[in-house]
């Protein structure tokens, strides 16, 4: 198999379990570099890629290609990929200078290696942790599904640490339910511990007018966990002024006033007067939009296709993400001036200050609408109608409708909402079919620290995700 995996120690010890059960053995390994030392001396066949040398340093391994499904270079497939994968160079920029022509050939260098690769190593299935965020990680994504290959990826939820498996980026989930692990009681205990999360997250929304729509996550990136004491709070503040001393940190403080400043001239102090659709920005760069976005990765093209969907006589009202300007992230790679700009170039969308109450935004609205963020699950409970365009971890809940071409905005606003209950009761049965133990990397583990206290939780969660695993491969048994 081509494995990617993240940084956890669960990552590792999936790779060994499914090849000591003779399901899969990787061919070849890209991933967090914590892994790379035991993968090349566990698994003999394996080529190891250093991801931090191909993505940040640009180190392309040098394979020479030889024509390998040349068909993708007419294809659709093609301009989608390169889409995506020049848009998540700004992931690996520092200081934003290389120029279009740097990056076209940077992607087609990378398209001639992935081919050789995937041709080369015959693999069966392609198997990530995580969506592949980085340009080589969706390349390669891209050519294997392009040339046939297997796809599995695992997608997480951000209440609990649970993961889904997919085949590709996109919903559904596969069904774990129908799979008949070994481990299936194993899996049961697991997820069970998890539906007092569900129960406590619904009933938050008991009293919105209380609510601050302000997830913990947002106020770990902004320095103020609610979960740490006031001593860890002003070193996590000190620490981040002690980042601008590095030249990249500092070259985006500078970066992050001026646009600060940009959008600070072109928003509204006030909502719309009139009836509205919600549309709060997605952070960026990040895997929420892209990958996770598919084609509607690019919020402003989304945003065209929301305006052509919405009627004229409602207004679309935009609000910058909390963390955008956040001085502890890279939020200067993700905007310019210009962006903003074309925000206002549309009709009837109004970008409002980020004054303005996010929950008085969602109460007010007709719908909220983005491309894969929770906002909408939110709205959801809250009896709003919400629209997803891309590939939420909620996909398929009441009260939410994900965007198609044939979808109009009358069967939109006809669909009779639900109550919270209900919606809890989605989640419940989505956990016990889909679910699997498990979060992606060392900050998911910190962030649901409490749940790993025991041990209990790690020693479950790879038995488990290996067995899911290869009955998502059986009935053949890969020897790879």
Known sequence: MIYCPAGRPLWFELARLLAEKGVAEPVLWLGDGVHDAKAKN??????VISFKSINFKRKVPPRFYAGQFDAFWTSAALHQTRDH???????????????????????????????????HSKADVLLMSESPHSAPSYILYAIARFAGVKVLVFSAWPLAPVVTLRQGLMPPDLDINSLELPTEAKRVEALAKFRPIIESYIARFNDPENYEFVPRYMQIQAGRDPTSGSGKRIFARIKSLLRLLKPRMAYGAVVRARLR???NRMAETTAPTGPYVYFPLHYEPERTTNPDGGVFHDQLRTLAQLRAFVPASIAICVKEHPSQFNARMTGHQGRTARFYK????ISGVHLVAETLSSATLILNAQAVATISGTVALEAAILGKRGLVFGGAWFDGCPNVMRFTQALDWEAFCAAEPYDSTEIGDWLYDRLEACGLPG??????????????????????????LADAVAATLAPRKLVV
């Open 42 to 47: 566990s698994f003999a066949r394996a080529e």
């Open 85 to 119: 994968a020049i848009k998540l160079m700004d992931r690996s920029e520092r200081f934003g200078a290389s120029r279009g022509p740097e990056r076209e050939a940077y992607f087609n260098q990378l398209c001639f290696w992935a081919m050789e690769r995937v041709a």
């Open 261 to 263: 400043r940009s959008f």
């Open 342 to 345: 074309a925000v206002t170039a």
């Open 439 to 464: 979060c992606v990397n060392p900050s998911n583990e910190k962030y649901f620290a409490a749940h790993y206290a025991d041990g209990s939780q790690l020693n479950c969660e790879a038995e488990i």
